[in-house]
Protein backbone atom coordinates (compact mmCIF):
# COMPACT_ATOMS: atom_id res chain seq x y z
CA UNK A 1 0.00 0.00 0.00
CA UNK A 2 1.47 3.33 -0.85
CA UNK A 3 2.27 4.93 2.25
CA UNK A 4 1.78 8.65 1.29
CA UNK A 5 -2.82 9.19 1.60
CA UNK A 6 -4.20 11.71 -0.08
CA UNK A 7 -6.80 13.33 2.07
CA UNK A 8 -8.11 15.91 -0.54
CA UNK A 9 -7.97 15.91 -4.02
CA UNK A 10 -5.42 17.73 -5.75
CA UNK A 11 -4.62 18.73 -9.15
CA UNK A 12 -1.44 17.57 -10.09
CA UNK A 13 0.56 17.28 -14.03
CA UNK A 14 1.51 13.87 -14.81
CA UNK A 15 5.23 14.68 -14.73
CA UNK A 16 5.11 16.29 -11.09
CA UNK A 17 3.11 12.68 -9.75
CA UNK A 18 5.48 10.36 -11.54
CA UNK A 19 8.65 12.25 -10.06
CA UNK A 20 6.85 12.45 -6.78
CA UNK A 21 5.97 8.56 -7.24
CA UNK A 22 9.73 7.55 -7.62
CA UNK A 23 11.30 10.12 -5.03
CA UNK A 24 9.03 8.96 -2.36
CA UNK A 25 9.06 5.10 -3.80
CA UNK A 26 13.00 5.39 -3.55
CA UNK A 27 12.90 7.18 0.00
CA UNK A 28 10.26 4.64 1.07
CA UNK A 29 12.00 1.74 -0.17
CA UNK A 30 15.66 2.25 1.58
CA UNK A 31 13.48 3.42 4.65
CA UNK A 32 12.90 0.92 7.21
CA UNK A 33 9.38 2.01 9.43
CA UNK A 34 9.53 2.90 12.92
CA UNK A 35 6.22 3.65 14.85
CA UNK A 36 5.60 7.77 15.38
CA UNK A 37 2.73 9.02 17.91
CA UNK A 38 3.15 12.38 19.45
CA UNK A 39 0.15 14.75 21.03
CA UNK A 40 1.71 17.52 18.75
CA UNK A 41 1.14 17.24 14.20
CA UNK A 42 5.06 17.16 12.96
CA UNK A 43 3.25 17.89 9.85
CA UNK A 44 3.81 15.85 6.60
CA UNK A 45 5.69 18.40 4.77
CA UNK A 46 7.68 19.01 7.75
CA UNK A 47 8.44 14.80 8.45
CA UNK A 48 9.41 14.62 4.74
CA UNK A 49 12.17 16.92 4.69
CA UNK A 50 13.51 16.06 7.97
CA UNK A 51 13.90 12.69 6.80
CA UNK A 52 15.69 13.84 3.24
CA UNK A 53 17.77 16.60 4.95
CA UNK A 54 18.76 14.68 8.30
CA UNK A 55 20.63 12.15 5.43
CA UNK A 56 22.53 14.49 4.38
CA UNK A 57 23.24 16.44 7.46
CA UNK A 58 24.09 12.69 9.08
CA UNK A 59 26.82 12.13 6.40
CA UNK A 60 27.93 15.64 7.14
CA UNK A 61 27.92 14.98 10.49
CA UNK A 62 29.65 12.51 10.13
CA UNK A 63 32.92 13.49 8.18
CA UNK A 64 33.01 16.39 10.40
CA UNK A 65 33.12 13.90 13.00
CA UNK A 66 35.79 11.90 11.68
CA UNK A 67 37.72 15.13 10.72
CA UNK A 68 37.55 16.42 14.51
CA UNK A 69 39.17 12.95 15.30
CA UNK A 70 41.60 12.99 12.32
CA UNK A 71 42.35 16.40 13.89
CA UNK A 72 42.72 15.15 17.23
CA UNK A 73 44.80 12.20 17.10
CA UNK A 74 47.11 14.06 14.79
CA UNK A 75 47.11 16.83 17.24
CA UNK A 76 48.00 14.38 20.59
CA UNK A 77 50.44 12.66 18.21
CA UNK A 78 52.39 16.06 17.23
CA UNK A 79 52.27 17.06 21.24
CA UNK A 80 53.87 13.67 22.36
CA UNK A 81 56.52 13.83 19.57
CA UNK A 82 57.36 17.58 20.54
CA UNK A 83 56.77 16.81 24.19
CA UNK A 84 59.73 13.90 23.60
CA UNK A 85 62.08 15.87 21.84
CA UNK A 86 61.89 18.10 24.70
CA UNK A 87 62.39 15.53 27.42
CA UNK A 88 65.18 14.29 25.09
CA UNK A 89 67.01 17.63 25.13
CA UNK B 1 -5.25 32.91 46.43
CA UNK B 2 -6.55 29.67 48.28
CA UNK B 3 -7.89 26.11 47.01
CA UNK B 4 -6.82 24.51 43.66
CA UNK B 5 -6.69 25.97 40.35
CA UNK B 6 -5.48 23.67 36.70
CA UNK B 7 -2.65 26.55 35.42
CA UNK B 8 -4.68 27.74 31.60
CA UNK B 9 -1.84 26.98 29.43
CA UNK B 10 -1.03 23.59 30.55
CA UNK B 11 -3.75 21.47 29.01
CA UNK B 12 -1.99 19.76 25.52
CA UNK B 13 0.10 17.29 26.40
CA UNK B 14 -1.40 14.45 28.17
CA UNK B 15 1.48 13.51 29.60
CA UNK B 16 0.40 15.90 33.01
CA UNK B 17 -0.03 19.09 34.11
CA UNK B 18 0.32 22.03 36.48
CA UNK B 19 -1.91 23.23 39.21
CA UNK B 20 -1.39 25.52 41.99
CA UNK B 21 -2.97 24.46 45.49
CA UNK B 22 -2.45 26.82 48.34
CA UNK B 23 -0.72 29.19 46.14
CA UNK B 24 2.33 26.10 45.94
CA UNK B 25 2.92 24.97 42.05
CA UNK B 26 2.97 21.31 41.41
CA UNK B 27 2.71 19.09 38.31
CA UNK B 28 0.76 16.03 38.09
CA UNK B 29 2.17 12.94 36.26
CA UNK B 30 -0.34 10.77 34.82
CA UNK B 31 0.11 7.02 35.08
CA UNK B 32 0.48 7.75 30.57
CA UNK B 33 3.93 9.02 30.90
CA UNK B 34 4.97 6.89 34.05
CA UNK B 35 7.41 4.65 31.68
CA UNK B 36 8.96 7.80 30.26
CA UNK B 37 9.16 10.00 33.95
CA UNK B 38 10.97 6.86 35.34
CA UNK B 39 13.54 6.56 32.39
CA UNK B 40 14.48 10.32 33.12
CA UNK B 41 14.91 9.87 36.31
CA UNK B 42 17.05 6.36 35.69
CA UNK B 43 18.98 7.05 33.01
CA UNK B 44 20.90 10.30 34.26
CA UNK B 45 19.35 12.87 32.03
CA UNK B 46 17.31 14.67 35.03
CA UNK B 47 20.36 14.83 36.96
CA UNK B 48 22.63 16.13 34.25
CA UNK B 49 20.18 18.70 32.96
CA UNK B 50 19.56 19.98 36.23
CA UNK B 51 22.97 19.94 37.18
CA UNK B 52 23.72 22.20 33.86
CA UNK B 53 21.54 24.49 34.69
CA UNK B 54 19.42 23.41 31.68
CA UNK B 55 15.99 21.82 33.81
CA UNK B 56 13.98 22.91 36.00
CA UNK B 57 14.88 21.16 39.56
CA UNK B 58 11.94 19.53 41.40
CA UNK B 59 10.82 17.12 44.31
CA UNK B 60 8.37 14.28 44.29
CA UNK B 61 5.71 15.02 46.86
CA UNK B 62 3.68 13.08 48.58
CA UNK B 63 0.55 15.08 48.32
CA UNK B 64 -3.15 13.85 47.52
CA UNK B 65 -3.16 14.46 43.00
CA UNK B 66 -5.50 16.88 41.50
CA UNK B 67 -6.89 14.13 39.25
CA UNK B 68 -6.44 10.98 41.35
CA UNK B 69 -7.71 8.71 38.54
CA UNK B 70 -4.95 9.24 36.10
CA UNK B 71 -2.42 10.14 38.31
CA UNK B 72 1.28 8.51 38.60
CA UNK B 73 3.08 11.46 40.57
CA UNK B 74 3.23 14.67 41.84
CA UNK B 75 6.23 16.73 41.93
CA UNK B 76 7.05 20.12 43.06
CA UNK B 77 8.86 22.39 41.13
CA UNK B 78 11.23 25.11 41.90
CA UNK B 79 9.38 28.13 41.24
CA UNK B 80 10.30 30.64 38.41
CA UNK B 81 9.70 34.19 39.59
CA UNK B 82 8.28 35.39 36.63
CA UNK B 83 6.71 33.85 33.33
CA UNK B 84 7.08 35.56 30.30
CA UNK B 85 7.15 34.97 26.77
CA UNK B 86 8.94 34.74 23.32
CA UNK B 87 7.03 37.65 22.61
CA UNK B 88 8.26 39.67 25.16
CA UNK B 89 12.02 38.59 24.55
CA UNK B 90 14.78 40.33 23.32
CA UNK B 91 16.87 38.93 20.03
CA UNK B 92 19.62 37.33 22.68
CA UNK B 93 16.75 35.74 25.05
CA UNK B 94 15.39 34.16 22.33
CA UNK B 95 18.44 32.96 20.39
CA UNK B 96 20.25 31.67 24.19
CA UNK B 97 16.59 29.72 24.80
CA UNK B 98 16.83 27.93 21.13
CA UNK B 99 20.31 27.30 22.11
CA UNK B 100 19.12 25.85 25.25
CA UNK B 101 16.66 24.07 23.53
CA UNK B 102 19.29 22.35 21.23
CA UNK B 103 21.47 21.31 23.70
CA UNK B 104 18.98 19.87 25.59
CA UNK B 105 18.00 17.53 22.97
CA UNK B 106 21.78 16.71 22.20
CA UNK B 107 22.29 15.70 26.15
CA UNK B 108 19.18 13.78 25.81
CA UNK B 109 20.09 12.15 22.49
CA UNK B 110 23.21 10.74 24.45
CA UNK B 111 21.04 9.09 27.46
CA UNK B 112 18.84 7.64 25.10
CA UNK B 113 15.84 10.18 25.41
CA UNK B 114 14.30 12.73 22.44
CA UNK B 115 12.64 15.85 23.28
CA UNK B 116 8.87 15.22 22.17
CA UNK B 117 8.38 19.38 21.58
CA UNK B 118 10.15 22.24 21.09
CA UNK B 119 8.01 24.92 22.29
CA UNK B 120 9.50 28.34 22.96
CA UNK B 121 6.91 28.61 26.03
CA UNK B 122 8.56 25.75 27.74
CA UNK B 123 12.24 27.76 27.86
CA UNK B 124 11.76 30.64 30.94
CA UNK B 125 14.37 32.72 32.39
CA UNK B 126 15.26 31.46 35.71
CA UNK B 127 18.23 32.90 37.40
CA UNK B 128 19.02 34.90 34.74
CA UNK B 129 19.22 31.31 32.48
CA UNK B 130 17.23 29.79 30.09
CA UNK B 131 15.79 26.95 31.61
CA UNK B 132 13.33 24.29 30.15
CA UNK B 133 11.15 24.57 32.36
CA UNK B 134 8.37 21.09 31.34
CA UNK B 135 9.58 18.05 32.77
CA UNK B 136 7.53 15.88 30.71
CA UNK B 137 9.14 17.40 27.22
CA UNK B 138 11.01 13.90 26.95
CA UNK B 139 10.23 10.65 25.62
CA UNK B 140 12.50 7.47 24.82
CA UNK B 141 14.32 7.70 22.08
CA UNK B 142 13.20 4.99 19.02
CA UNK B 143 15.82 4.40 16.84
CA UNK B 144 15.06 5.97 13.64
CA UNK B 145 12.13 8.17 14.53
CA UNK B 146 12.44 11.66 13.51
CA UNK B 147 12.63 14.72 15.63
CA UNK B 148 8.75 15.37 16.30
CA UNK B 149 9.63 19.00 17.34
CA UNK B 150 11.63 19.80 14.52
CA UNK B 151 8.56 21.48 12.62
CA UNK B 152 8.14 23.27 16.12
CA UNK B 153 11.53 24.52 16.66
CA UNK B 154 11.61 25.96 13.26
CA UNK B 155 8.63 27.85 13.92
CA UNK B 156 8.98 29.21 17.21
CA UNK B 157 13.29 29.63 17.10
CA UNK B 158 14.75 29.58 13.79
CA UNK B 159 11.95 31.51 11.93
CA UNK B 160 11.78 34.62 14.07
CA UNK B 161 15.39 34.69 14.53
CA UNK B 162 16.18 34.81 11.07
CA UNK B 163 13.24 37.30 10.69
CA UNK B 164 14.65 39.37 13.45
CA UNK B 165 18.35 39.19 12.17
CA UNK B 166 18.03 39.58 8.07
CA UNK B 167 14.63 41.86 7.88
CA UNK B 168 13.77 43.75 11.25
CA UNK B 169 13.81 43.27 14.66
CA UNK B 170 10.76 44.20 15.40
CA UNK B 171 8.78 41.17 13.47
CA UNK B 172 9.85 39.09 16.64
CA UNK B 173 6.07 41.07 17.86
CA UNK B 174 4.83 38.74 15.13
CA UNK B 175 4.91 35.66 17.67
CA UNK B 176 2.39 37.56 19.71
CA UNK B 177 0.08 37.13 17.08
CA UNK B 178 1.33 33.60 15.86
CA UNK B 179 1.15 31.66 19.45
CA UNK B 180 2.29 28.60 17.68
CA UNK B 181 5.26 30.23 16.04
CA UNK B 182 5.98 32.55 13.07
CA UNK B 183 4.04 30.15 9.60
CA UNK B 184 7.47 29.15 7.53
CA UNK B 185 5.68 30.28 4.46
CA UNK B 186 4.62 33.80 6.21
CA UNK B 187 8.86 34.07 7.46
CA UNK B 188 9.84 32.81 3.34
CA UNK B 189 8.01 35.41 2.11
CA UNK B 190 9.34 38.09 4.62
CA UNK B 191 12.89 37.07 4.50
CA UNK B 192 15.18 38.69 1.79
CA UNK B 193 16.22 36.63 -1.16
CA UNK B 194 19.67 36.79 -0.28
CA UNK B 195 18.55 34.28 2.81
CA UNK B 196 18.41 31.74 -0.16
CA UNK B 197 21.95 31.48 -0.29
CA UNK B 198 22.24 30.56 3.51
CA UNK B 199 22.05 26.62 3.52
CA UNK B 200 20.49 26.49 7.20
CA UNK B 201 17.85 29.12 6.18
CA UNK B 202 17.22 28.05 2.82
CA UNK B 203 16.80 24.12 3.64
CA UNK B 204 14.56 25.35 7.05
CA UNK B 205 12.67 27.76 5.83
CA UNK B 206 12.40 28.24 1.90
CA UNK B 207 12.51 24.25 1.26
CA UNK B 208 10.54 23.94 4.45
CA UNK B 209 7.49 26.24 3.90
CA UNK B 210 7.75 24.31 0.16
CA UNK B 211 7.54 21.20 1.34
CA UNK B 212 4.64 22.31 4.06
CA UNK B 213 2.76 23.31 0.59
CA UNK B 214 3.64 20.32 -1.01
CA UNK B 215 2.14 17.89 1.23
CA UNK B 216 -0.35 19.91 2.35
CA UNK B 217 -4.36 18.20 3.19
CA UNK B 218 -2.18 14.88 2.97
CA UNK B 219 -1.28 12.44 6.29
CA UNK B 220 1.76 10.58 6.63
CA UNK B 221 1.38 7.43 8.18
CA UNK B 222 3.46 6.65 11.10
CA UNK B 223 5.82 3.95 8.88
CA UNK B 224 6.69 6.52 6.56
CA UNK B 225 10.95 6.97 7.53
CA UNK B 226 13.35 6.80 9.39
CA UNK B 227 16.00 9.43 10.91
CA UNK B 228 19.16 7.63 12.58
CA UNK B 229 20.73 8.11 15.72
CA UNK B 230 23.51 9.46 13.62
CA UNK B 231 20.98 11.40 10.72
CA UNK B 232 19.47 13.22 13.75
CA UNK B 233 22.48 14.75 15.27
CA UNK B 234 23.49 15.80 12.31
CA UNK B 235 19.98 17.78 12.08
CA UNK B 236 20.44 18.97 15.67
CA UNK B 237 24.22 19.78 14.92
CA UNK B 238 22.83 21.77 11.56
CA UNK B 239 20.02 23.66 13.63
CA UNK B 240 22.80 24.45 16.16
CA UNK B 241 24.91 26.10 13.38
CA UNK B 242 21.90 27.78 11.87
CA UNK B 243 20.61 29.76 15.41
CA UNK B 244 24.62 30.79 16.16
CA UNK B 245 25.00 32.50 12.59
CA UNK B 246 22.07 34.77 13.40
CA UNK B 247 23.38 38.23 15.32
CA UNK B 248 22.14 41.34 15.72
CA UNK B 249 23.44 44.37 17.45
CA UNK B 250 21.39 46.97 19.60
CA UNK B 251 22.57 50.11 18.40
CA UNK B 252 21.36 53.49 16.81
CA UNK B 253 17.72 53.71 18.24
CA UNK B 254 16.77 56.63 20.24
CA UNK B 255 15.91 54.94 23.35
CA UNK B 256 18.85 52.85 23.70
CA UNK B 257 21.58 55.88 23.58
CA UNK B 258 19.02 57.53 25.98
CA UNK B 259 21.18 57.87 28.45
CA UNK B 260 23.96 59.73 26.74
CA UNK B 261 21.28 62.43 25.38
CA UNK B 262 19.40 63.15 29.01
CA UNK B 263 19.60 66.77 30.74
CA UNK B 264 20.63 65.87 34.09
CA UNK B 265 23.81 67.19 35.39
CA UNK B 266 26.22 64.62 36.98
CA UNK B 267 24.61 65.94 40.72
CA UNK B 268 21.75 65.45 39.37
CA UNK B 269 22.03 62.23 37.84
CA UNK B 270 23.44 60.83 41.08
CA UNK B 271 20.91 62.92 43.56
CA UNK B 272 17.93 60.72 41.67
CA UNK B 273 19.85 57.42 42.30
CA UNK B 274 20.33 57.81 45.78
CA UNK B 275 16.69 59.15 45.97
CA UNK B 276 15.53 55.89 43.98
CA UNK B 277 17.50 54.24 46.40
CA UNK B 278 15.92 55.61 49.31
CA UNK B 279 12.44 55.06 48.39
CA UNK B 280 12.90 51.59 47.20
CA UNK B 281 14.29 51.00 50.78
CA UNK B 282 11.08 52.64 52.52
CA UNK B 283 8.76 50.68 50.46
CA UNK B 284 10.85 47.33 51.02
CA UNK B 285 9.67 45.25 48.55
CA UNK B 286 10.59 41.37 47.30
CA UNK B 287 9.57 42.41 43.70
CA UNK B 288 10.04 45.31 41.75
CA UNK B 289 8.66 46.58 38.20
CA UNK B 290 10.58 49.04 36.59
CA UNK B 291 8.52 50.65 33.92
CA UNK B 292 10.59 51.88 30.86
CA UNK B 293 13.42 50.90 32.20
CA UNK B 294 15.63 51.47 29.20
CA UNK B 295 19.11 49.43 29.63
CA UNK B 296 18.03 48.75 33.69
CA UNK B 297 20.25 51.91 35.43
CA UNK B 298 17.70 52.11 38.17
CA UNK B 299 16.69 48.62 37.82
CA UNK B 300 20.39 47.36 38.95
CA UNK B 301 19.80 49.69 42.48
CA UNK B 302 16.62 46.96 43.42
CA UNK B 303 18.62 44.52 41.94
CA UNK B 304 21.81 45.47 43.69
CA UNK B 305 19.77 44.75 46.80
CA UNK B 306 18.78 41.47 46.09
CA UNK B 307 15.09 42.27 45.35
CA UNK B 308 13.67 40.51 42.29
CA UNK B 309 13.66 43.11 39.23
CA UNK B 310 11.80 42.80 35.69
CA UNK B 311 12.34 45.65 33.59
CA UNK B 312 10.09 46.58 31.07
CA UNK B 313 11.19 48.39 27.82
CA UNK B 314 9.56 49.17 24.34
CA UNK B 315 12.93 49.10 23.05
CA UNK B 316 14.50 46.31 21.34
CA UNK B 317 17.97 47.86 21.48
CA UNK B 318 17.70 48.84 24.56
CA UNK B 319 16.43 45.07 26.17
CA UNK B 320 18.94 43.84 24.07
CA UNK B 321 22.21 45.55 25.85
CA UNK B 322 20.14 45.21 29.27
CA UNK B 323 19.92 41.68 29.04
CA UNK B 324 23.55 41.27 27.78
CA UNK B 325 24.98 42.90 30.57
CA UNK B 326 22.57 40.72 32.92
CA UNK B 327 24.33 38.23 31.67
CA UNK B 328 27.87 39.24 31.66
CA UNK B 329 27.09 39.94 34.99
CA UNK B 330 25.89 36.65 35.70
CA UNK B 331 22.71 39.17 37.25
CA UNK B 332 20.47 36.21 38.44
CA UNK B 333 17.31 38.42 39.59
CA UNK B 334 16.94 40.83 37.00
CA UNK B 335 14.91 40.26 34.09
CA UNK B 336 14.78 42.27 31.30
CA UNK B 337 11.46 42.24 29.03
CA UNK B 338 10.01 43.96 26.01
CA UNK B 339 7.16 45.91 26.93
CA UNK B 340 4.62 48.58 25.13
CA UNK B 341 3.03 50.36 28.13
CA UNK B 342 0.58 51.50 26.10
CA UNK B 343 -0.03 48.06 24.43
CA UNK B 344 0.62 45.53 26.98
CA UNK B 345 0.60 41.70 26.70
CA UNK B 346 -2.84 40.98 26.84
CA UNK B 347 -4.31 37.31 28.02
CA UNK B 348 -4.18 35.10 24.92
CA UNK B 349 -4.90 31.98 23.33
CA UNK B 350 -7.32 29.36 24.24
CA UNK B 351 -10.31 30.73 26.22
CA UNK B 352 -7.85 34.09 26.30
CA UNK B 353 -6.42 32.74 29.15
CA UNK B 354 -3.15 30.17 27.73
CA UNK B 355 -0.88 33.21 28.13
CA UNK B 356 -1.40 35.89 30.93
CA UNK B 357 -1.24 38.96 30.56
CA UNK B 358 0.92 40.98 31.85
CA UNK B 359 -1.51 42.53 34.86
CA UNK B 360 -2.03 39.09 35.54
CA UNK B 361 1.19 38.57 36.21
CA UNK B 362 1.68 40.96 38.94
CA UNK B 363 1.09 42.84 41.09
CA UNK B 364 4.77 43.41 41.86
CA UNK B 365 5.44 45.10 45.71
CA UNK B 366 7.38 48.41 44.19
CA UNK B 367 6.88 50.12 40.93
CA UNK B 368 8.89 52.83 39.27
CA UNK B 369 7.65 55.03 36.79
CA UNK B 370 10.68 56.74 36.14
CA UNK B 371 10.93 59.49 33.23
CA UNK B 372 7.96 58.29 31.92
CA UNK B 373 4.77 60.05 32.91
CA UNK B 374 5.40 62.36 30.04
CA UNK B 375 5.42 59.70 27.33
CA UNK B 376 2.78 58.13 28.38
CA UNK B 377 0.63 61.63 29.02
CA UNK B 378 2.21 63.76 25.92
CA UNK B 379 3.42 61.61 23.20
CA UNK B 380 0.46 58.71 23.87
CA UNK B 381 -2.24 61.18 25.38
CA UNK B 382 -3.40 59.68 28.14
CA UNK B 383 -4.98 61.28 30.43
CA UNK B 384 -3.51 61.43 34.18
CA UNK B 385 -6.08 59.79 35.75
CA UNK B 386 -5.60 56.62 33.41
CA UNK B 387 -2.56 56.53 34.24
CA UNK B 388 -2.66 56.76 37.79
CA UNK B 389 -5.72 54.03 37.63
CA UNK B 390 -3.18 51.88 35.65
CA UNK B 391 -0.20 52.09 37.90
CA UNK B 392 -2.57 51.06 40.60
CA UNK B 393 -3.16 47.59 39.17
CA UNK B 394 0.50 47.20 38.63
CA UNK B 395 1.82 47.69 42.24
CA UNK B 396 1.14 49.43 45.88
CA UNK B 397 3.70 51.23 46.01
CA UNK B 398 4.79 53.58 42.71
CA UNK B 399 8.14 55.70 42.94
CA UNK B 400 6.79 57.92 39.96
CA UNK B 401 9.33 60.93 38.68
CA UNK B 402 6.77 63.83 37.64
CA UNK B 403 8.86 65.96 34.38
CA UNK B 404 7.07 69.03 34.17
CA UNK B 405 6.74 71.12 30.90
CA UNK B 406 8.93 73.58 31.06
CA UNK B 407 11.58 70.43 30.99
CA UNK B 408 13.78 70.30 27.97
CA UNK B 409 12.33 67.05 27.21
CA UNK B 410 8.70 67.57 27.73
CA UNK B 411 9.45 70.69 25.21
CA UNK B 412 11.24 68.51 22.84
CA UNK B 413 8.00 66.53 22.59
CA UNK B 414 5.62 69.38 22.45
CA UNK B 415 7.61 71.12 20.06
CA UNK B 416 5.68 69.27 16.79
CA UNK B 417 2.45 69.83 18.22
CA UNK B 418 -0.71 71.71 19.61
CA UNK B 419 -0.32 72.15 23.14
CA UNK B 420 -3.69 70.53 24.26
CA UNK B 421 -2.19 69.17 27.60
CA UNK B 422 -4.18 71.76 30.34
CA UNK B 423 -4.08 69.50 32.89
CA UNK B 424 -0.85 68.26 32.47
CA UNK B 425 0.55 70.65 35.74
CA UNK B 426 2.54 69.48 38.94
CA UNK B 427 -0.81 70.50 40.87
CA UNK B 428 -3.38 68.53 39.14
CA UNK B 429 -0.60 65.59 38.83
CA UNK B 430 -0.29 65.38 42.96
CA UNK B 431 -4.31 66.67 43.16
CA UNK B 432 -5.45 63.39 40.35
CA UNK B 433 -2.95 60.69 42.14
CA UNK B 434 -4.16 61.52 45.60
CA UNK B 435 -7.45 60.29 44.85
CA UNK B 436 -5.48 56.49 44.88
CA UNK B 437 -2.36 57.06 46.03
CA UNK B 438 -1.02 58.55 49.48
CA UNK B 439 1.98 60.53 48.77
CA UNK B 440 4.39 59.85 51.01
CA UNK B 441 7.69 61.49 50.02
CA UNK B 442 8.11 63.92 47.67
CA UNK B 443 11.94 65.60 46.69
CA UNK B 444 13.04 67.62 43.97
CA UNK B 445 16.15 66.10 41.94
CA UNK B 446 18.86 68.96 42.20
CA UNK B 447 19.87 70.63 39.26
CA UNK B 448 16.37 69.57 37.75
CA UNK B 449 13.09 70.95 37.12
CA UNK B 450 11.77 67.42 38.01
CA UNK B 451 10.60 65.91 41.51
CA UNK B 452 10.46 62.19 42.55
CA UNK B 453 7.57 60.68 44.68
CA UNK B 454 7.00 57.61 46.86
CA UNK B 455 3.35 56.53 46.86
CA UNK B 456 1.35 54.24 48.74
CA UNK B 457 -2.00 53.35 47.43
CA UNK B 458 -5.11 53.88 49.73
CA UNK B 459 -7.32 50.94 50.52
CA UNK B 460 -10.44 51.40 48.45
CA UNK B 461 -12.65 53.23 50.34
CA UNK B 462 -10.22 55.55 51.84
CA UNK B 463 -9.73 58.83 50.15
Given at each position: MNEIEKTRPKMMSRKEHISTLIILGALLALIPSSAAWAYIDPGTGSYMLQILLAFFLGALFALKMFWKNVKSFLGHLFSRRKKQATDDR | MTGERR????????SGFLFYREEALYRQINRCYQDNYDLLNTCGLYAELVNAGLLIPHREVDIFPADPASAYRVIAPEPVRFISYPYEWCFSQLRDAALTTLRIQQIALDHGMSLKDASAYNIQFHRARPVLIDTLSFEKYAEGRPWIGYQQFCRHFLAPLALMSRTDVRLGGLLRNHLDGIPLDLAARLLPARTKLSFPLLTHIHLHAKSQKKYEGRTVKPAAGKVSRLAMRGLIDNLNHAIKALRWEAEGTEWAEYYEDTNYTPEGFRHKQRLVAEFIAASSPQTVWDLGGNIGIFSRIAAENHIFTVCFDVDPAAVEKNYRQCRTQQRDNLLPLLCDLTNPSPGAGWNTSERAGLIERGPADTVLALALIHHLAISHNVPLAGIAEFLARLGRWVIIEFVPKDDSQVRRLLATREDIFGDYTQDIFEQVFSRTYEIIRSEMIRESKRTLYLLHAKKSGET
Open positions: - | VPGSFRDP
